[in-house]
């Protein structure tokens, strides 16, 4: 794969896409479309090059060190057909009179510096084969992402709207890092607080799965954000140095060249493979030496300056290895005083703040005195040994504060330092140090930070005392809520990650999983993996496989709910109340609304004990799956789906399931909102 100005080559792109129609089962599609969707797939190549920059660079790169090397190969050819051509010419040269020792030995020479430019040839090539391997194989997830998409634009109305569910193999449909960029009300308020303040402390509060994650790496991948952006992830241990040093590390190694990191990996030979073409050099070098010895055995010296083929091939090898050793001391050299040289660009920055949080430091001093009169007399010494003391939290954080400093004279680009998932730390209090120990770091100029903590983690804290709500609504300048998905965000989410899968099966996907990202993805895998249970005879309709998949959730939270109330000897009433629900639902020849009508349902009537909080919502959560029933499971044409009504009762359902886990009163006012929609489809 080659690339050029962070752009992928348009015709290994569409080789690449042409092998997926063609040979993949989950891309396979009309041969006679394949035209018209490579087309489409060519035109949107931009959007995988900037999910692809880094491997993009890491090609690019390597295919430069091939053309430097070719320009190096030619003057080492030329320097050797030199050498050979002045040894015939020069019949006087040195270290030999005869003509034909001469052109042996520069001819000898010359095949050793074959060797050595055939091994660095193949390290080279080997490089730049492991970069387009690594470019391919990171291609093929957004490229089929891509493909699906364009298959899904292409289908007409009929298939598109229609009430049977034709995909049948959805490998996309989980939790994986496909780096879905598509459009975000969320985002674009993100990265528009960003642009337009000079530094910000900002909160990314939404439930888990809601897509918060997402929304730090679209930060990374937006070339119109011209930022340094680092994600760290929070540790599951909070230590406050290491976690300052895991931001510190991080952000040194994004202040990189695109690419470089990765480079580094690639700059490495096979250890076995280095170790065989040692071997085979050190080989020919001796038996290049003996043939030389023997031959000055069985020549005539004309004088003792004639060094001879043996003495000239010794002092050739002997100042290679001065040179050698010259070269290690210089980068030793180097590698000692690099921490004390004043970096004058960016990468030198970065490298050098690498070296600082990677190695310590031990300054040893030593001195000695001797007076010797007549063999008798005394001597003494002394020596000093220092090693540099473990940093406190403060010092990281003045030695980080002062790094984006710099980073930020040498570059002149904003830095986004972009901290997730903070509900993973084991200790609740730890978030609330975590958030603290931040807030030393905050506004400095030009540095945006970005925090991420889960809703749902935020009330489990404030339910053991842990005031981290307080703490975060005051720690930032802004709190920005992750909300659920729109409906055309859902649509274009899916179509990414299945093909052939009905809008009307997104509709139902979306009203169920309330627009969360994580259970939206469930939902539609759900209904792929009850497709292929269904018995002969069976079609996937939405009536049929909607009906199925809401029972199974509704049955796993009622079964969950029991799991919870088991034991608890003060909430008899509630169990028994919960059991005979459960009850209910194995008649699965009553509508799901008429159950959850004549079901009794445990009251949600204030603050509960953590082990009846499911029961106390289960009552809006059976009457939304119950909506859901009664919604999708009418046959209904293409054009009933897509009618305005429709629509409404969709977005009213979604809502109502978004806002489980709120007040009561405000699921109560969302669930009338939703019956009002549901009647009037």
Known sequence: MDGKNDRLSSEELEQVARELLENDAEMEYDAGLHREILDKVRLRSGQLATLLSEEIAVVEEASRAMRRFWVVAALALLAAVLLVAGAALWSDGTPFASRTANVTFASGLAVLGAVAFVARWTAIRRRGVSAARELRTALLAPLRALIRLVISELQDDEVRWGGTLRTSKAPALVELHLQDTIPSRTYERLRTFIGEHESSAIGLAGARGSGKTTLMRQLRLDKNLDFHVALVSAPVQYSAVEFTRLIHNELAQVGLKPGEAALIRHRMVAPTLRAVLRTLLASVVLFFMI???????????????????????????GALII??????????????????????????????????????TTVERSASTALKIGGTGFDGGGKLSRTEREITHAESVQALRQFI???????????????DELDKLANPAEAVDAINGLKDLFHVAKAHFVLSVSTDAMHSFAARGVPVRDVF????????????????????????????FSTVFVLFCHAWSGGHARDLIRTARACVDLKRELRAGEEATVALLSRRVLRKDLREVVDATVEKLRGDDGNEEMLDQVLAFQESLENESAPLYDLVEAGAFPPDGGPVAPEAQPAATLAP??????????????????????????????????????????????IERRLKRAVEACDRV
């Open 405 to 419: 400093d710099q980073l930020l004279a040498l570059s002149n680009k904003p830095v986004v330092i972009c901290v």
């Open 473 to 500: 609504d005051s720690a930032f300048d802004t709190i920005i809520g992750v909300g659920p998905l729109s409906m055309k965000e859902s649509q274009t989410l899916l179509s990414r990650r299945a093909r052939d």
């Open 291 to 317: 043939a030389l010895w023997i031959y000055d055995k069985n020549r005539p010296v004309p004088d003792a300056l004639d060094l001879g083929w043996t003495g000239f091939a010794a002092v050739v090898l």
């Open 621 to 666: 959560y059976a009457r939304i799956a119950a909506l859901c029933e009664r919604l999708f499971s009418v046959s209904r044409p293409p054009a009933a789906w897509q009618s305005e009504a429709m629509g409404q009762a969709v977005m009213a359902l979604a809502e109502a399931r978004s806002s489980l886990g709120r007040h009561p009163r405000e």
């Open 323 to 360: 040179g050698f050793m010259l070269s290690r001391g210089w980068v030793l050299f180097q590698s000692r005083t690099k921490l004390t040289v004043p970096p004058r660009t960016t990468r030198e920055l970065c490298l050098q703040q690498l070296e600082f949080l990677r190695w310590s």
